[in-house]
């Protein structure tokens, strides 16, 4: 069920421009941060990647540049209008999307080498984002990663007017909680090692990995 408070869920028009609202609320620069998170990420060419919330393809296109035949990439959404723009953008033979809602468990185990979330993790509460965190780590391989592109910790009271209009306007309460909480707490709770932050636009917004116990 649709939780009401976060604003992760995006419908009707704003599904439909989204990438392109986006790029235009960020003045432009959206695009070169996850074109700057992808090239981090250091994409082997046979990958298997699960794109957690995949919106409308755009991730998943940028990743597919990164791989050869035997990589793969599977998408997860909820939101229909998303899911329709990602099958007419991402028309490659291993490239697909499923609806699938990220709080249930996933029909994959021991499957994927690397799981990608942008900006969704930090629309869900506490609770959800654990559950969310541990059917993330269930689908990984052994050794396999996750790479959380999304708001990094900075503190709200002591940012300029500007960022703290912007943010209030645009965020929910989840998002207050994720730019406070432990980044490495999060993932080692679920059992995951060696995080590391990569700060792409300041400490606004980061690429966080970190690899699943063996
Ligand atoms: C803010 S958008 C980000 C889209 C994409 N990851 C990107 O970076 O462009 C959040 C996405 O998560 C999807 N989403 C929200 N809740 C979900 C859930 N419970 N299960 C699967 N997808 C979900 C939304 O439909 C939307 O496409």
Redesign the pocket.
């Known amino acids: 069920m649709e939780d009401k408070i976060?604003r992760?869920?995006?419908h009707g028009f704003m599904?439909k421009y989204?990438?392109t609202i986006?790029n235009l609320i960020t003045f432009g620069k959206y695009p070169g941060l996850?074109n700057k998170a992808i090239e981090i990420m250091n994409l082997k060419s046979d990958e298997k990647i699960l794109?957690?919330?995949?919106?409308?393809g755009?991730?998943a296109c940028l990743m597919h540049n990164y791989l050869n035949d035997n990589g793969e990439i599977l998408g997860?959404?909820?939101?229909p209008v998303?899911i329709h723009q990602f099958k007419k953008k991402c028309v490659f033979d291993n490239t697909k999307i499923e609806k699938?809602?990220?709080?249930e468990p996933f029909p994959y185990v021991d499957y994927f080498d690397r799981v990608f979330?942008?900006?969704?993790i930090h629309?869900f509460s506490r609770e959800n984002r654990k559950i969310i965190l541990k059917n993330i780590n269930k689908s990984l391989k052994k050794g396999g990663k996750i790479s959380i592109?999304d708001y990094g910790n900075f503190k709200f009271e002591s940012q300029p007017f500007f960022i703290k209009t912007i943010f209030k306007i645009a965020e929910c309460p989840y998002a207050f909680e994720y730019i406070s909480d432990d980044r490495e707490k999060m993932l080692t709770d679920i059992g995951f090692n060696n995080v590391k932050i990569n700060e792409l636009a300041g400490k606004y917004v980061t690429l966080t990995t970190a690899i699943k116990n063996s």
């Open positions: 976060s992760v869920t995006i599904a989204y990438d986006l996850l794109d957690i919330g995949a919106g409308s755009r991730n997860f959404d909820i939101e998303m699938h809602d990220i709080i979330i942008s900006f969704v629309g592109f």
